[in-house]
C-alpha cells in the first residue's frame, strides 16, 4: 500500500489517506481509504470500460443519490508519472453509479457483460433489501469471510514481495561486483567489491574499518594497495583476494 502523493485543500480528505489496488474486470484500479471509508476513481473506471470519463462525472455530479459522496483529490495513480486532480465517488455511490450506465456505449464485448452482471446483481440486491430486508452476496456467502483470512492473505503477499526484492537486490550485488573485479586485476577487489560478492555488510563504516585492516596487513608485507579510478570517488584502494579475506576475518560484522 503506498502513500498518497498530495490531497487537495478543502477536498474534506486526510493527509494520511492511501492509496490501494483492486481488480476491475482485469484492470488495476485504484482506490483511496481514509477515515470516510473507501473512493473509486470514476475517471478510470471510465477509460477501463472506455467510456467518457468527464461525461460521467457530470453525469454524477447531477444526480441528488451523489451529493456528500463526491470529492477531489491530487494523487499519482499507479501508472502515471506525476500527481493529477482526481475526481472520487464513495463505495457506497459505487453500486448506484455503475448501475445507471448505459452499456451499449462499452464497446468490449467482456467489460460490458461483467458491468451488465453488476448491474443486475445490484437490481437484485435492492429488491432483496426492499422485500426481505436483507441481501446477500451469493459469492461471498459461498466462502468463509474470517477476517484472520484477510490478514493472512496479506502477510504472503508482503512476504513475497520482500523476497522477490531480495532476489533481486542479490543479483544485483552479484553483478555489481563481477563488474568491479572486471574493471580492476583479476584477483584483486575493492572493499565494496568483495563485500558484496562475500555477502559481507556494505556500511561505509564497516568498509571503511575493512580496507583500514586490508591495508594493515599490506603494511605488515612490505605492501602497499594497487590504485584503480572509481567514477564516484575518483581513485578507490584494490587489495588482493588473499587479503581481504583475512581482513574480513579480523573484523566483527
Given amino acids: 500500500m503506498s502513500k498518497v502523493l498530495g490531497i487537495a485543500p478543502g477536498s474534506g480528505l486526510q493527509s494520511d489517506s492511501s492509496l490501494s489496488i483492486f481488480d476491475f474486470h482485469g484492470h488495476q484500479a485504484a482506490v483511496l481509504a481514509n477515515e470516510r471509508g473507501h473512493w473509486v476513481f470514476p475517471g478510470q473506471l471510465s477509460n477501463f470500460m472506455g467510456i467518457d470519463g468527464n461525461a460521467q462525472r ?17 494523487v499519482q495513480l499507479p501508472g502515471d508519472v506525476q500527481a493529477r486532480d482526481h475526481f472520487l465517488l464513495h463505495q457506497r455511490r459505487l453500486a448506484t453509479w455503475l448501475g445507471s450506465i448505459d452499456t451499449a456505449r462499452i464497446k468490449d464485448p467482456a467489460t460490458r457483460s461483467e458491468v451488465e452482471q453488476h448491474q443486475t446483481e445490484f437490481a437484485d440486491a435492492l429488491a432483496d ?21 484477510v490478514v493472512e492473505g496479506m502477510v ?15 543479483a544485483h550485488a552479484i553483478t555489481a561486483a563481477k563488474v568491479a573485479a572486471i574493471e580492476g586485476r583479476h584477483d ?17 563504516n564497516y568498509l571503511q574499518r575493512l580496507g583500514m585492516r586490508a591495508s594493515a596487513l599490506m603494511r605488515a608485507q612490505g605492501r602497499t594497495p594497487h590504485r584503480r579510478q572509481d567514477a564516484t570517488f575518483g581513485e578507490v584502494n584494490v587489495y588482493p583476494v588473499s587479503v581481504l579475506a583475512r581482513a574480513a576475518a579480523d573484523l566483527p560484522r
Fill in 188 to 204: 584483486e577487489f575493492t572493499a565494496l567489491g568483495y563485500a558484496k560478492l562475500n555477502d559481507l555488510p556494505t556500511g561505509r
Fill in 129 to 149: 433489501y426492499l422485500t426481505k430486508g436483507a441481501a446477500i452476496n451469493p459469492r461471498l456467502a459461498q466462502r468463509p469471510t474470517d477476517d484472520l483470512d
Fill in 58 to 74: 457530470n453525469r454524477i455530479d447531477r444526480k441528488h443519490w451523489s451529493q456528500g459522496w463526491t470529492s477531489m483529490t491530487n
Fill in 156 to 170: 504472503r503477499a508482503i512476504r513475497a514481495d520482500r523476497q522477490r526484492i531480495a532476489a533481486i537486490e542479490q
